[in-house]
């Protein structure tokens, strides 16, 4: 699990192809990996990843093809900035929301304005996906945590404010740029306990 705080902004050095698969190699930037072991767990982007491989300045993970079809990672260009966040530890402080690292679908920017000193972010989201997303909500883009601060017919807007925007790769996107997204974990649930409640009025 992660909490959609990024620790830390690194790049994609490397996206070698295995058969239908991908081995990516990912600089570690800014993300403090004094400690990393083998097995464990990375949000790249938003997008869980197990090291597999590492030295003193990058990391490996292996991509399934359904991973790659299914988030941006097998498009991104290399040297392209990633947010990098590592797995949430018991006693850790939660100040984003829970964040599974698991893709729910891929989105893109649509509009970048200024507003005060913090910027408005707006995002399309497929339309499986708009059902979850609620004003106030919380969202992940890219492994980010945001607070959805407008809904449409076909996406949701955001405020990003100046820290995220310097501490992310938010700083380098822009309008039409592809982003994985993840919906509340918590909306997933009822909406699961609503169906099996449906289910059993019916029986």
Known sequence: MFTGLIEGVGALASREA?????????????????DVALGESIAVNGVCLT????????????????TLSLTTLGTLPIDRALNLERALRLGDRLGGHLVSGHVDGVGAVTGIEDDTGAQRWTFFAPEQLLKY?????????????????????HGFEVALVPHTLAHTGFSQAAR??????????????????????EVEARA
């Open 133 to 153: 997303i609620a004003l106030k909500g919380s969202i992940c883009v890219d492994g980010v945590s945001l607070t959805v601060n407008a809904v449409s017919p």
């Open 51 to 66: 090291v597999v491989a590492f030295d003193a300045t990058h990391f490996e993970a292996d991509v399934s093809a359904e």
């Open 18 to 34: 295995r058969d239908d698969d991908a081995r990516v190699r990912i600089a570690f930037g800014t993300l403090p990996a004094g």
């Open 176 to 197: 039409g740029d592809v982003v994985n997204i993840e919906v509340d974990l918590l909306a997933r649930h009822v909406e699961r306990l609503l169906s099996a409640r």
